[in-house]
């Protein structure tokens, strides 16, 4: 059974247009994150979700979106696509004060 | 602030050698640390964890790493490389924020394995 599911795995758009990557996770936890890798392999954190509360949003433009419409989803928006959007965005959720988090496949984003 | 160091960027090793990726750390506090690692096009996964126990700490596939704070080090180590331990590996500290924790990554070394 897949505990961290995202979809698509791979997508491939123009710049301008709009997109959402969805994640969802069975575990059961109360957190939920986002993360971006970018081409050189840098992760950074994005957003984390607390039972559908945002707790963390590091200065990421406001063209991203979070959006949680229930404790085991997590979905990212992204509006007005710019080529420095590629990257590989992975999901990520952990049990309530745990700091372990349990990491998605990742959806590889390429932005023409 | 938390910070981590991964202080090579590659390391290359004969398979059925030892294995050592370096990771130095900075923390206001007594961290706790990670291993994750990538193998090539997929996902994260977790190595093992330092939470202020042990300080020699095991994880899955043979690897372990040593918590030394006078050192602020937290090496990952394995006595023996094997052609699928081929990947990325992230040294990671934790952050807490709010009610949640975020994980601040090292940049990463990527490990290779000569037959």
């Known amino acids: 059974d897949t505990a961290v599911s995202q979809t698509p795995k791979y997508l491939v758009t123009q710049m301008g247009n709009d997109k959402s990557i969805k994640c969802e996770q069975n575990l059961g936890h109360d957190t939920m994150y986002w993360y971006k890798q970018d081409s050189k392999k840098f992760l950074k954190i994005m957003f984390s979700y607390n039972n559908k509360e945002l707790i963390i949003n590091e200065t990421v433009p406001n063209r991203f979106s979070p959006k949680s419409p229930d404790k085991a989803h997590l979905n990212l928006h992204i509006n007005s696509l710019e080529l420095g959007d590629s990257a590989v965005y992975f999901c990520?959720?952990?049990?309530?004060?745990?700091?372990?988090?349990?990491f998605g496949p990742g959806t590889r984003l390429l932005v023409l | 602030a938390q910070s981590v160091t991964q202080l090579d960027s590659h390391v290359s090793v004969s398979e059925g050698t030892p294995v050592l990726l370096r990771c130095n750390y900075s923390?206001?506090?007594?961290?706790?640390l990670f291993w994750y690692v990538q193998h090539p096009n997929k996902g994260l996964q977790l190595l093992l964890k330092?939470?202020?126990?042990?300080?020699l700490v095991k994880g899955i596939n043979g690897f372990e790493a040593e918590f030394k704070k006078s050192e602020t080090s937290f090496h990952l180590t394995k006595p023996s490389a094997h052609m699928s331990d081929a990947a990325e590996y992230f040294c990671?500290?934790?952050?807490?924020?709010?009610?949640?924790?975020?994980?601040?990554f090292g940049s990463g070394t990527r490990l290779l394995v000569r037959p």
């Open positions: 330092y939470t202020s126990a042990a300080t």
């Open positions: 990671v500290v934790s952050m807490l924020v709010d009610s949640s924790y975020k994980l601040i």
């Open positions: 990520a959720s952990s049990p309530p004060g745990w700091e372990t988090q349990y």
């Open positions: 923390s206001s506090y007594s961290p706790s």
